[in-house]
Structures are given as structure tokens and as C-alpha cells.
């Protein structure tokens, strides 16, 4: 029997849709294991329904806030348009599936957003910065003491820092200390980071989805824009929303400028000073993202690359993509020098090759 049959997401869907045969999946995502079911409505129609449950043995790369996505949807009904509904289920609550196409599979990274499209993201953030961290009654992982004063956009920054130094960084370093070393990061990366992040404005703290890219909007049949996965939503500074969008979406440059632009008049529309500060914090905030990314894509580029050898084109393209990767955060990170994109796959391979051997004695 296949570990897929006998999962626990896969066993769940099974009673809840009481039909093997209707279920489809597991989709790909990283965080769950999904699968999509119909059920009946009262009008003889039928809807389709997500079933999920975190992987097991997951490496988390951002620190997250609320103890559920389900009970986050449930308390933003009405306040955050175009979410997924949320259908209780025993002790579980199902996520109604969004029927229609990625905006990445429409438009493409780097490619231009259609206004109409546009203008929908802007109403987003509109409503997200209208969401007031005391007006949402939904179960928080952390500890009330670990949550920054309203307005301390410094230590919300220092708590996502530390997150990637403790659990991302340190956590990974007796896996992957040689790779790590062989791209020029260590200990004192984290000092250097933190020099260049320092001194941030202060301003009102708002609901942030924080992982608003192309894969997590989805586009109806009548063009409405849908946001999905909001595994990793947050209270925070509402710039590093936006930061965390310019460097996930890779829009051109003008509509780059363009979404700055629009964002700060509907942020500053319904939560004054909430763009505080913005041209000195941007930069840094979005140079933490840069940062951030080393971090989680080398460990992913690494566990992703199977059985490879010298040559195979899966270990060129995670050197020449790390090395970009590397390159945009060289600043920050105050990297002497980055590897060049063969140098990179052969750490790489040097890597894997020690990882096999450590896998096969265990």
C-alpha cells in the first residue's frame, strides 16, 4: 500500500467527500498535503471543498502568527472580500476551492499586471490595513510577551531576523554548514544584516497576508481576483507586506513604481502614517526579503535536486539561479565575493554527495 493511501489528509478527505473515487490530489504545495472533493448543495448544485493537513517533517522558513489559517478565513469573512468560505467539518473546517487559473499562469514573473488586476491587489491591501491588531479574536502561536509593541517596526523586524538566525540558519547548520560556508555565509552575517536594517520609522501595525505572490492569486471566470494560502498572515508593519509583494511578484519597474504609488494612497486612506518613512524603509526591508532568501532557497535548492551527477542540467540551473539569488543579497549579507554558477553546483554536488553518504548510515 502507498504511503499516499494511507495518509491522514488523504484518509480525512476520503470520509469527509465519502467517495474515493471523487477526490483529486494531493495537489502541489509546499506547507499541506490538499486534496479537493465536491459536495452537494441545497439547490442540487455542487462545490468543491479542500481537505489539508501540515507535512510532516517540514522545514518552516517563516515565523508565523496565527495558530489557524481556517479560523483566520472564518474571522475575516466579511471584512476581506474574495477569500476562501469556510465550511465547518467535525473538528476541522474545510476551505471552499477558488475555481480559476494563477495570475502566475495568466501573467507570468516579471510580466505586467492588467490594471483592472491591479487596482483588485490595491483594494487588498486597502482592506488589510484596515484590519486593526486588536479587532481580530483568532488563537495566536506566540507567546504575548514575543508580540512588539503596536507601531515597533523595529523589533517586528528583529523578531523576523532572529526567526531566520534560530530556526532557518542555525537550526539547518549541522545539515548544511559546508554548503553554507562554501557561499561565504556564517555567524557573522547576521551582525552585518542587522547594521544594515537598523533605524526603521515607526508606524500603525495591520493585518499583512505577507506571502502575496502570483501563485496565490487566483482569477475567476468574471476577472475577480482571489487570495489564497494564508498560511503565513501576520500582524505587523504594513510596509513589509509591500516589501514582501515588490520582491515576490517581479513586476517591471514601472509597474513596480506604480504599485508603490497606488499603495500608499489607499494605506494611508484608512490607516494614517502607515507609509511612514517609506523611501528610507523600503529598501531595507526589502533587502531583509534578499536576505531571507539565501537562507531558505539554498536549503531548498539543495533537498530538491535528487540523484544528480557533474553536467546534469538540474545542478547548472541551481547555480546560476542561487548565484542571482546570492548576488542580490551580497550587500546585506556583506558577501566578499560570490561563487561563480559552476562553482556553486559543484558545492552543491559536493553536498549531496555528503548527504547520501550521511542518510545511508543512518
Aim: include cysteine; glycine fraction near 8%; charge should be neutral.
Amino acid at each position: 500500500m502507498s504511503l499516499e493511501s494511507t495518509s491522514v489528509a488523504r484518509a480525512r478527505a476520503v470520509e469527509m467527500s465519502g467517495d474515493p473515487r471523487a477526490l483529486e490530489g494531493p495537489l502541489r504545495g509546499y506547507h499541506h498535503e490538499t486534496y479537493v472533493f465536491p459536495l452537494p448543495t441545497a439547490d442540487g448544485s455542487t462545490i468543491r471543498w479542500k481537505c489539508r493537513e501540515p507535512r510532516s517533517s517540514l522545514l518552516w522558513f517563516d515565523r508565523r502568527c496565527f495558530v489557524s489559517e481556517e479560523q483566520l478565513l472564518k474571522a475575516l469573512a466579511g471584512r476581506i472580500t474574495h477569500i476562501p468560505e469556510i465550511l465547518e467539518a467535525g473538528d476541522a473546517g474545510l476551505q471552499r476551492f477558488i475555481e480559476g487559473e494563477t495570475l502566475g499562469s495568466l501573467y507570468g514573473s516579471g510580466k505586467a499586471i492588467p490594471g483592472v488586476i491591479l487596482q483588485q491587489i490595491v483594494v487588498l491591501f486597502r482592506q488589510l490595513a484596515g484590519v486593526a491588531p486588536d479587532s481580530l479574536a483568532v488563537g495566536r502561536r506566540c507567546a504575548e510577551e514575543d508580540r512588539p509593541d503596536d507601531g515597533d517596526t523595529n523589533g517586528f523586524l528583529e523578531r523576523l531576523v532572529l526567526f531566520t538566525e534560530k530556526r532557518v540558519y542555525e537550526r539547518n547548520l549541522p545539515m548544511f554548514a559546508d554548503l553554507f560556508g562554501e557561499l561565504g555565509i556564517n555567524a557573522r552575517s547576521f551582525p552585518h544584516l542587522r547594521d544594515c536594517l537598523s533605524g526603521l520609522k515607526r508606524r500603525p501595525f495591520c493585518l499583512l497576508h505577507a506571502d502575496l505572490h502570483r501563485e496565490n492569486f487566483i482569477i475567476d471566470s468574471r476577472r475577480r481576483l482571489w487570495t489564497i494560502d494564508w498560511e503565513l498572515a501576520m500582524v505587523g508593519d504594513p510596509l513589509y507586506d509591500l516589501a514582501t509583494h515588490l520582491h515576490l511578484m517581479r513586476y517591471p519597474y514601472w509597474q513596480r513604481g506604480q504599485m508603490v504609488k497606488r499603495w500608499c494612497a489607499a494605506v494611508e486612506g484608512i490607516r494614517p502614517g502607515g507609509s511612514n518613512g517609506l523611501d528610507h524603509d523600503l529598501p531595507r526591508l526589502i533587502a531583509y526579503k534578499r536576505a531571507q532568501s539565501v537562507f531558505t532557497d539554498v536549503i531548498r535548492e539543495a533537498m530538491s535536486l535528487g540523484a544528480v551527477s557533474e553536467g546534469d542540467d538540474r545542478l547548472d540551473r541551481a547555480g546560476r539561479n542561487l548565484q542571482k539569488i546570492l548576488i542580490a543579497a551580497a550587500g546585506s549579507l556583506r558577501l566578499d565575493s560570490v561563487p561563480a554558477p559552476g562553482e556553486i553546483a559543484m558545492a552543491l554536488l559536493r553536498w549531496r554527495k555528503r548527504y547520501l553518504a550521511l542518510t545511508a548510515v543512518e
